[in-house]
């Protein structure tokens, strides 16, 4: 029985300010009707954190995450940071450093929300630390190289442990949604690397007979997620094609703007959302927080069933219920075609509640 969630506040770059702390806001309204309380603190991170302490993701801010159970963290504009500032992107260092190698991204429409695709309801399990994304956590250009002035080169690495826990997640996750999972690779090219995921994920499938599970490649997949995207329950894929498929599955659903996201390690959960810093629309009070909402709404469900809390699960539910309430009444900010403002969607959320 916890009577408070400590939850790390990240802010963040473009519209992380805006969005972040009204997630934190309706995670506190949420958790304080469970008779949860939240404390927060906020911690340097992104451009500010470069203003404060010369980098964008400090020692210090490293060393604080430790103490929280949940970190909710914003987008970060790693191409507005000084060029002569060679240091990696800090979402980048809190995935390596914590081991979080497991990114949830669902994609479902919201009843009453403009789709392209009305039906979709899917979850994309992405292997967050190697394929071609694995030394993005390293020094800058260590994963990928110039010999000459005239060819790039980049490293994929694919590892069987770090396949097999991915594929654990994602047969996991299917057993608690629709028992379906369809492996994502590209073995017809990539055959050493994309193939060791495949195989690894086929073989991890095995001790799930109950799970139906089929195989596609990632081109293929980018169409049949257009095509007939409700046949989709479960997506476990690698970094990469991770990242593109689920900005596809977002879009789709309605709007970059709804995709949540969690990132975890068998001990820790980032509540991020899928989309990015979005300088062309930050400071004007117009971003959508669904995603970021929704994020940390599934960190609450990840830190309520880790520590056997209904509340926490119930807190979360009862987000995603007030989310899709007030965007069913016709509260939308302006990606969603509508004209509420972020605060005033925030509050409606709250009110919500
Ligand atoms: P990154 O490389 O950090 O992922 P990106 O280049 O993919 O960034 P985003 O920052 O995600 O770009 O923005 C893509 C587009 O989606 C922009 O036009 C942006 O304004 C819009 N967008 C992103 N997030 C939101 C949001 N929460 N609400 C409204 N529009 C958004
Ligand atoms: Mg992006």
Known sequence: MTFSVRLAVLPGDGIGPEVVP??????RAALDRQGIALDTVELPFGAAAIASHGVPIPGSTLDALAEFDLW????????SYPAELRHPAPGAVMRKQF??????RPARAVPGVPATAPDIDLLIVRENSEGLYADRNMAVGSGEFMPTPDVALSVGLVTRAATERIAVEAFEAARRRRGHVTIVHKANVLRLTTGLFRDVCLQVAQRYPDVRVDTEHVDAM???LVRRPADFDVIVTENLFGDILSDLAAELSGSLGLASSLNSSAD???????????PDIAGRNSANPVATIGSVAMSLRWHGERSDDARAVRAADAIDAAVAHVLAGGVRTVDLGGDATTSAFTEAVVDAL
């Open 268 to 278: 820790r959960a980032m509540a991020q959302a899928v989309h990015g810093a979005a």
């Open 99 to 104: 081991g979080l190698f497991a990114n949830l």
């Open 72 to 79: 909710l963290v914003g987008p970060h504009d790693s191409a």
């Open 22 to 27: 009204a997630a934190a806001a309706v995670a």
């Open 222 to 224: 980018a169409a049949l």
